[in-house]
């Protein structure tokens, strides 16, 4: 069992920088590939990055690449969203989540969840 605290999110203007920390207990963080999820009022749950256990495999999506970095300390139990450039089309609430094995980019892939946290993008 893991038990996932998504924090950070806040009101940030367009072009401004957050940092999301996705906290995680038990004695096994390393064993999960870690992701970020985002959902927007009205819309489905989306896909936005992912990590390997060892921290040595990433994946984004299109829409984010090149602004967002997915990053994890397992020393810390931690997994951490960098976004930068944000735009208004990045207002969501944003899910923390572990699965076992590879990195994946689909949310029935993933086993645990995080309650998440409000990010919103003024402009």
């Known amino acids: 069992q893991v038990q996932l605290v998504e924090s950070g999110g806040g009101l940030v203007q367009a072009g401004g920088s957050l940092r999301l920390p996705c906290a995680a207990s038990g004695r096994t963080f390393s064993s999960y590939a870690m992701g970020w999820f985002r959902q927007a009022p009205g819309k489905e749950r989306e896909f936005v990055a992912a990590?390997?256990?060892?921290?040595?495999?990433?994946s984004y999506a299109d829409y984010v690449k090149g602004r967002f970095t997915i990053s994890r300390d397992n020393a810390k139990n931690t997994v951490y969203l960098q976004m930068n450039s944000l735009e208004p089309e990045d207002t969501a609430v944003y899910y923390c989540?572990?699965?076992?094995?590879?990195?994946?980019?689909?949310?029935?892939?993933?086993?645990?969840w995080g309650h998440g946290t409000q990010v919103t993008v003024s402009s």
């Open positions: 989540a572990a699965k076992y094995g590879q990195v994946g980019s689909s949310s029935p892939e993933y086993n645990y």
């Open positions: 990590i390997s256990g060892r921290g040595r495999v990433t």
